[in-house]
Nanobody
Framework: QVHLVESGGGLVQPGGSLTLSCVASGTTNNIFEMAWYRRVSGSGRELVAQVGADGQATYDDSVKGRFTIRRDMAKNAVDLQMTGLRPEDTAVYYC??????????????WGQGTQVTVSS
């Protein structure tokens, strides 16, 4: 089992910055991928950014150039640095960890979510 705890959400003005943090605990040695998703009210959860064990990161087109995901393997942590925030970035942000149990099985773990509100 992996337990994810997020922090860093809040209210920020358009154009502002915010950093979300997530720390994993429990059986973390099988985690191969960590990511941030978000859910806009009334919509499904969408991938914002992900980073693999090799440090390679991918981003949704809507956040490229504004958001940066960074993973600290030693601390089992992942941060999402958000700059140039827009009202449409308002959402509940979720930390995700994928743990490979076997060649055919991946366990998915989610944090409790943290609210980010971009408004003047």
């Amino acid at each position: 089992q992996v337990h994810l705890v997020e922090s860093g959400g809040g209210l920020v003005q358009p154009g502002g910055s915010l950093t979300l943090s997530c720390v994993a605990s429990g059986t973390t040695n099988n985690i191969f991928e960590m990511a941030w998703y978000r859910r806009v009210s009334g919509s499904g959860r969408e991938l914002v950014a992900q980073v693999g064990a090799d440090g390679q990161a991918t981003y949704d087109d809507s956040v490229k150039g504004r958001f940066t995901i960074r993973r600290d393997m030693a601390k089992n942590a992942v941060d999402l640095q958000m700059t140039g925030l827009r009202p449409e970035d308002t959402a509940v942000y979720y930390c995700y960890a994928g743990a490979r149990i076997s060649a055919m099985q991946i366990d998915n773990y989610w944090g409790q979510g943290t609210q980010v509100t971009v408004s003047s």
